[in-house]
């Protein structure tokens, strides 16, 4: 899900680079684009991408940790800034591969919020393990 829906989904144009909207651009200004959704972006925009990037990366905070036990079968829970990190690095890796290969926009604002996406998730993990154990 997450490879079609970063590189294969419809581009909400949110680049006005050399390509024109939604052409191949950069933004590594830290909120900029999210502010600009705010302010400008229809509801359906606003969830499509800003809540859509959270979402997109809860799973990966849930699973990463409950595959890591898995594997190490141990019964010490995954530590969550490792889960964060990789989470950031593997939204890091999204993004220039988007930029490199594709008509998009490389943007800082979606590894911040795929980060986040990533600590819900394994904040979620971590919750319903000490409930459950």
Known sequence: MVIYVTFFAWNYGASLGEMGPGGR??????????RTIHQYGSPQMIF??????IIMFIPFGILLPLTVEYFKKSNKAVRI????????????????????FTNRVANIDDIILNTTGALLGVLFYRFVRAVTK
């Open 81 to 100: 800034m490792p889960v964060v990190f990789l989470g950031m690095v593997f939204s890091f890796m999204i993004e220039v591969n988007q930029f490199v």
């Open 25 to 34: 651009n950069y933004n590594l200004d830290p909120l900029l684009s999210i």
């Open 48 to 53: 499509t991408i800003i809540y859509g990037n």
